[in-house]
Nanobody, 124 residues
Framework: QVQLVESGGGSVQAGGSLRLSCAAS????????MGWFRQAPGKEREGVAV???????TYTDSVKGRFTISYDNAKTTLYLQMNSLKPEDTAMYYC??????????????????WGKGTLVTISS
């Protein structure tokens, strides 16, 4: 069982930055896929960025060049550095993981464990 707890959300103005964190606990595996997903009001959940245990990353087009996903193995914490934020980035952001596999399907990779989310609000 893996537990995921997100933090770092908040309200900032457009152009600002936030760093989301996701603390993972429970069982750990040398091979994994982890990622950030978001759901805006009235919209379907979408994949934002994923990273696997060999360091491969995939980003959705709308955040490329602005967001950076990373994972600190020592701290077992997933991060999402978000820069140049836009109002359309407003959403609930969720951390997710799938142990024992790579992100074979990129942003479409199925996830086994989910956090409860952290809210990001960007004002214009």
């Amino acid at each position: 069982q893996v537990q995921l707890v997100e933090s770092g959300g908040g309200s900032v103005q457009a152009g600002g930055s936030l760093r989301l964190s996701c603390a993972a606990s429970g069982y750990f595996y040398s091979r994994y896929c982890m990622g950030w997903f978001r759901q805006a009001p009235g919209k379907e959940r979408e994949g934002v960025a994923v990273i696997d245990s060999v360091g491969r990353t995939t980003y959705t087009d709308s955040v490329k060049g602005r967001f950076t996903i990373s994972y600190d193995n020592a701290k077992t914490t997933l991060y999402l550095q978000m820069n140049s934020l836009k109002p359309e980035d407003t959403a609930m952001y969720y951390c997710a993981s799938r142990p024992r596999t790579y992100c074979l399907d990129g942003l479409q990779s199925g996830m086994d464990y989910w956090g409860k989310g952290t809210l990001v609000t960007i004002s214009s």
